[in-house]
T-cell receptor
Framework: EAGVVQSPRYKIIEKKQPVAFWCNPI?????LYWYRQNLGQGPELLIR????????DSQLPKDRFSAERLKGVDSTLKIQPAELGDSAVYLC??????????FGPGTRLTVL | KQEVTQIPAALSVPEGENLVLNCSFT??????LQWFRQDPGKGLTSLLL?????REQTSGRLNASLDKSSGRSTLYIAASQPGDSATYLC????????????FGKGTHLIIQP
C-alpha cells in the first residue's frame, strides 16, 4: 500500500515569489493534515481537513497561506508571497478519523 | 494549551544498551499518544500508537508506556543498534476538540557502534 505522497521534495525560491505543495494521502484516509517543521523543532499543525472541509485552520497564516482539498482526496498548500521566515519543511499527514497519523516525506522549502 | 516536553534532548550510548526516552504532556485529556522516528532529511515514521485505555504497546524491541493521569509516557528501546540512531518524537492530540498533534522537540539519539 502506498504511503502519503508529497511533491516536490525540495523547492528553492526568491522571497515574494509564490510556491505550492501537493499531497496525496493514503487511500481511504478521510483526514488530512498540513504541518510545518522548523529546524530542531517538532512539527506544528497548519490546517486539518476532514474530507473536503477545513475543520481546524487556526494556525494557518491566512494573509499569505491558503490550502484546498478538492474532492476530499489530494490537497494543495500555497504560499503567496513567500517570506524568508517561511523556510521550513512542510509535512503532510493523513489518518482515518482519529486514528494513527502517517506522514509523507515532506517538502523542504528554502526562501532566499 | 497542550505542551509536550521530551527528556533528554540528546543521548549517545554504546551499541547494545537498553535505554529509555521520556515524554511529558500538560493536558491529560488525551485519547491517544504517538511515538515517531525521524531520520535526517526525512519525514516522520510512526513507531507506536497507544490508546488512552491502554497502558503500554510493544513493537519488536520497542515498548511504549502511558500514564495518562500523570501526563507521562516512556519509550523503551531494548538492545540498541546503530540503525536506531535518529530523532524520536512524542506527540499527543492538541486538545479542545482539535485532532492535530502537538509534538515535543524530540530526543536526538546516537548509538555508537
Amino acid at each position: 500500500e502506498a504511503g502519503v505522497v508529497q511533491s516536490p521534495r525540495y523547492k528553492i525560491i526568491e522571497k515574494k515569489q509564490p510556491v505550492a505543495f501537493w499531497c496525496n494521502p493514503i487511500s481511504g484516509h478521510n483526514t488530512l493534515y498540513w504541518y510545518r517543521q522548523n529546524l530542531g523543532q517538532g512539527p506544528e499543525l497548519l490546517i486539518r481537513y476532514e474530507n473536503e472541509e477545513a475543520v481546524d485552520d487556526s494556525q494557518l497564516p491566512k494573509d499569505r497561506f491558503s490550502a484546498e482539498r478538492l474532492k476530499g482526496v489530494d490537497s494543495t498548500l500555497k504560499i503567496q508571497p513567500a517570506e524568508l521566515g517561511d523556510s521550513a519543511v512542510y509535512l503532510c499527514a493523513s489518518s482515518f478519523l482519529r486514528n494513527e497519523q502517517f506522514f509523507g516525506p515532506g517538502t523542504r522549502l528554502t526562501v532566499l | 494549551k497542550q505542551e509536550v516536553t521530551q527528556i533528554p534532548a540528546a543521548l549517545s550510548v554504546p551499541e547494545g544498551e537498553n535505554l529509555v526516552l521520556n515524554c511529558s504532556f500538560t493536558d491529560s485529556a488525551i485519547y491517544n499518544l504517538q511515538w515517531f522516528r525521524q531520520d535526517p532529511g526525512k519525514g516522520l515514521t510512526s513507531l507506536l500508537l497507544i490508546q488512552s485505555s491502554q497502558r503500554e504497546q510493544t513493537s519488536g524491541r520497542l515498548n511504549a508506556s502511558l500514564d495518562k493521569s500523570s501526563g507521562r509516557s516512556t519509550l523503551y528501546i531494548a538492545a540498541s543498534q546503530p540503525g536506531d540512531s535518529a530523532t524520536y518524537l512524542c506527540a499527543v492530540p492538541s486538545g479542545g476538540g482539535a485532532d492535530g498533534l502537538t509534538f515535543g522537540k524530540g530526543t536526538h539519539l546516537i548509538i555508537q557502534p
